[in-house]
């Protein structure tokens, strides 16, 4: 993946390009400068950022490890704008700026911002970046985080930007914590390489869904199922991607076929906030619920894995079971972003530096 410069492409050229055809953009000397969508990680740095999640939870165990990972970055400050409603994402990049070391401020509400002077979101981001030295951003409008990278690229000073989640197209920060708790769930069985992952629920607007699924192409011999209502079920345009990536996958509602089948279960919840006029209440999802019976289905290395937040698509009985790895997600979402974190600012280096020194 060569790099290119957004500073060298019109805004109107850059919105005409597809995300796969974005990415590079993104990209510097190797390494993410901003992060926005899952098609700019390549399979060495998706290693990489693993790698470094892992040095980063270890040191982060002593007392020492941890003043030294607050060191690296005590000079920046984040900025961290959620224009939408946000809970483990918000709060899992407040404890990743801390753990580095970053200061942070936040508007959890534009309602609280100049927006509502009439202000424009664009203007409003321009006022952060003379502040900060990084923005997190999750916004409901598709594109918007792209949009924005490009216009502080364009200025005197450049800040990196993160997507935090961008309408229902991408979740890039989701899919590389669920790649790292895929990578520790199998470290002992070969990894990602030759797995079969399950996607269930509302995936036609799930953008953790079709994130996670552009990364699964990065790796050998993978199978995704996807599993929905005919409602629901995955866009033409994730079909299309895995067909050109050759990536072997099968649609299907039969539920309870694929569960003894696969290594991973990916369940979603039913994302009526998109609804215009109420119409996920008339779709049974019913058969897409994941209950304590079917733990007897489920391989026994196999794990359950959720973005969370869920309605009752998991039964509480089935959190007691060692294949339920969705609290371990949530946990990894703060040592992954850590990683980016100092990856984006190039401190990765002294990371595993002091890693090798200091740890067994």
């Known amino acids: 993946m060569s790099d290119k410069a957004l500073n060298q492409v019109s805004l109107d050229e850059f919105k005409r390009l597809s995300a796969g055809e974005k990415a590079p953009y993104f990209v510097e000397n190797g390494r993410s400068f901003h992060a926005l969508v899952a ?37 920046k400050r984040a900025m961290l704008y959620f224009a ?38 664009e203007d409003t981001i321009r006022t952060f970046s003379s502040y900060t030295d990084l923005i997190v951003m999750r916004h409901p409008a598709g594109g918007f985080a792209e949009e924005i990278a490009w216009m502080l690229s364009n200025t005197s000073r450049p800040v990196p930007v993160i997507n935090a989640g961008s309408g229902k197209d991408q979740h890039p920060t989701q899919a590389l914590l669920d790649v790292y708790t895929l990578e520790r769930s199998f470290e ?13 629920g509302d995936l036609k607007r799930g953008r953790t869904v079709r994130s996670l699924a552009w990364l699964l192409t990065k790796y050998n011999d993978v199978k995704i199922y996807f599993v929905a209502p005919p409602e629901l079920q995955i866009g ?125």
């Open 39 to 75: 098609q700019q990680f390549s399979r060495p740095m998706l290693e990489d950022l693993c790698s470094l999640a892992t040095c980063v939870r270890r040191i982060a165990k002593t007392r020492e490890g941890s003043s030294f990972l607050q060191s690296r970055l005590f000079d």
């Open 84 to 121: 939408q409603p946000s809970t483990r994402t918000f709060l899992s990049f407040d404890a990743a700026c801390q753990t580095v070391g970053l200061d942070c401020v936040n508007v959890r509400d534009s309602s609280t911002s100049s927006e509502v002077k009439g202000e424009s979101p």
């Open 188 to 200: 002992n069985t070969g990894g990602i390489d030759g797995k079969t992952v399950a996607f269930v």
């Open 236 to 360: 033409e345009d994730i079909i299309a991607y895995l067909d050109g990536a050759k990536v072997s996958y099968e649609i299907t509602g039969d539920f309870e076929r694929v569960i003894p089948e696969v290594d991973a279960i990916y369940m979603t919840r039913i994302q009526d906030e998109w609804d215009i006029d109420n119409e996920s209440s008339l779709i049974d999802t019913s058969k897409f619920y994941f209950t304590k019976d079917h733990l007897s289905l489920l391989k026994e290395d196999a794990v359950i894995m959720h973005p969370l937040p869920r309605r009752k698509e998991i039964d509480v009985a089935v959190d007691r079971d060692p294949r339920a790895v969705y609290w371990r997600q949530v946990r990894n979402g703060m040592w992954i972003r850590s990683a980016l974190i100092l990856s984006i600012f190039g401190c990765d280096a002294k990371v595993r530096d002091y890693y090798k020194e200091h740890t067994s």
